[in-house]
């Protein structure tokens, strides 16, 4: 799996900060349990990490315009049939979601 982030520099009002910066607390951790605050950037990390393994991202991206470039600079263990996940940083997913995402995407068989 390729990961690529595309870079959100818009401040949020009232909080005058990126989204990925903000905290936001996730109950995947147990049931019925509130976890710890953490910013969304590393929240993010974390479900990717737990759906995909240890996928990291490949590349910021500004743009996702940019992606093209991006698939086309040599990599040492890059496959063509490799699954690609774009996201922006300024939005919250669960596992739950990711899950069922690409569950649906691959059932699709569409790039």
């Known amino acids: 799996m390729r990961n690529f982030v595309i870079v959100d520099?818009?401040?949020?009002?009232?909080?005058n900060e990126p989204a990925r910066n903000l905290s936001v607390v996730s109950s995947n951790i147990m049931p019925n349990f509130f976890g710890t605050p953490t910013q969304l950037k590393i929240h993010q990390k974390e479900v990717t990490v737990r759906?995909?393994?240890?996928?990291?991202?490949?590349?910021?991206?500004?743009?996702?315009n940019d992606l093209l470039q991006?698939?086309?600079k040599p990599r040492l263990d890059a496959n063509p049939n490799d699954e690609i996940f774009v996201y922006r940083d300024n939005i919250y997913f669960d596992q739950e979601f990711l899950d069922y995402f690409l569950k649906v995407a691959r059932k699709l068989g569409k790039p």
């Open 9 to 15: 520099n818009r401040l949020l009002t009232p909080f």
């Open 51 to 64: 759906v995909f393994g240890s996928s990291a991202v490949e590349e910021d991206l500004h743009h996702i």
């Open 70 to 72: 991006a698939l086309q």
